[in-house]
C-alpha cells in the first residue's frame, strides 16, 4: 500500500524551513528519501532503517518513527536548489513502494 | 561508464507495436528495479531482479510486460502489443543490494509514448 505524504505541496522563501511527512500503514524496515527535479531522475537524499541507523547526506536531517511508522524530513535554511518533487520510499526489506510526492518550491 | 544509463531516451511507438527497453546498471551492483512514472505522478514499482532472478514480479500491470537480465548486469523491459496507457516514463534503477537497505541510483529513464 502507498505510503501517504504531507503536505502535497509547498512554497518557501529562501532561508525559510520545511517539514515533509511520510506515513505509513505496514510495520516498515526502512524509509528512503529521494528529490526529483522537472524532467530529471529521482535522487538519494537519507535512508533511515529500523533500529536507528541512517545513511545519507550530511546536510539533510530527517526522522523515523518505527512505532507509528512514520517519518519526518526537515529542511532547513531553505536553498533554490531545493526546489523538486520530494518522494518517500517505504520498504519492508526488499523493494521500494514510494509515495505521491510533495512538491516543493523555493522564491528568491 | 559512472552512472546508470538507459536506452533509447525517447521512444515513439504505434499502439499494438512491441518495444524493448533497455538497463545498464552500475557495475558491480546486484540488485536492479524497474519503475513506471506517468504524467505527474509518483513511481510504481513494476518488477526487480537480485542478480538474474526476479523474485518480485508484482508490480507488472499485466502478462503484455515481461522483463529479463542477463550475467548479472544488463536487463531489458519488454511490453508487448502496447496501449496508450502504457505511455509513461519508464526508470530504472540499481543497487549493491536490495533496496531496503541500500541507495538507489535511478537511470535517466526511457519516456515511451504509444499513439
Known amino acids: 500500500q502507498q505510503p501517504v505524504q504531507s503536505p502535497q505541496a509547498v512554497i518557501l522563501r529562501e532561508g525559510e524551513d520545511a517539514v515533509i511527512n511520510c506515513s505509513s500503514s505496514k510495520a516498515l524496515y526502512s524509509v528512503h528519501w529521494y528529490r526529483q527535479k522537472h524532467g530529471e531522475a529521482p535522487v538519494f537524499l537519507m535512508i533511515l532503517l529500523k533500529g536507528g541507523e541512517q545513511k545519507g547526506h550530511e546536510k539533510i536531517s530527517a526522522s523515523f518513527n518505527e512505532k507509528k511508522q512514520q517519518s519526518s524530513l526537515y529542511l532547513t535554511a531553505s536553498q533554490l536548489s531545493y526546489s523538486g518533487t520530494y518522494f518517500c520510499?517505504?520498504?519492508?526489506?526488499?523493494?521500494?513502494?514510494f509515495g505521491t510526492g510533495t512538491r516543493l518550491a523555493v522564491r528568491p | 561508464g559512472a552512472g546508470v544509463s538507459q536506452s533509447p531516451s525517447n521512444k515513439v511507438t504505434e499502439k499494438g507495436k512491441d518495444v524493448e527497453l533497455r538497463c545498464d546498471p552500475i557495475s558491480g551492483h546486484t540488485a536492479l528495479y524497474w519503475y513506471r512514472q506517468s504524467l505527474g505522478q509518483g513511481l510504481e514499482f513494476l518488477i526487480y531482479?537480485?542478480?538474474?532472478?526476479?523474485?518480485?514480479k508484482s508490480g507488472l500491470p499485466s502478462d503484455r510486460f515481461s522483463a529479463e537480465r542477463t550475467g548479472g548486469s544488463v536487463s531489458t523491459l519488454t511490453i508487448q502489443r502496447t496501449q496508450q496507457e502504457d505511455s509513461a516514463v519508464y526508470l530504472c534503477?540499481?543497487?549493491?543490494?536490495?533496496?531496503?537497505?541500500?541507495?538507489?541510483?535511478f537511470g535517466p529513464g526511457t519516456r515511451l509514448t504509444v499513439l
Open positions: 531482479f537480485q542478480g538474474n532472478s526476479a523474485p518480485d
Open positions: 534503477a540499481s543497487s549493491l543490494g536490495l533496496a531496503g537497505a541500500n541507495e538507489q541510483f
Open positions: 520510499g517505504t520498504s519492508e526489506g526488499d523493494k521500494l513502494t
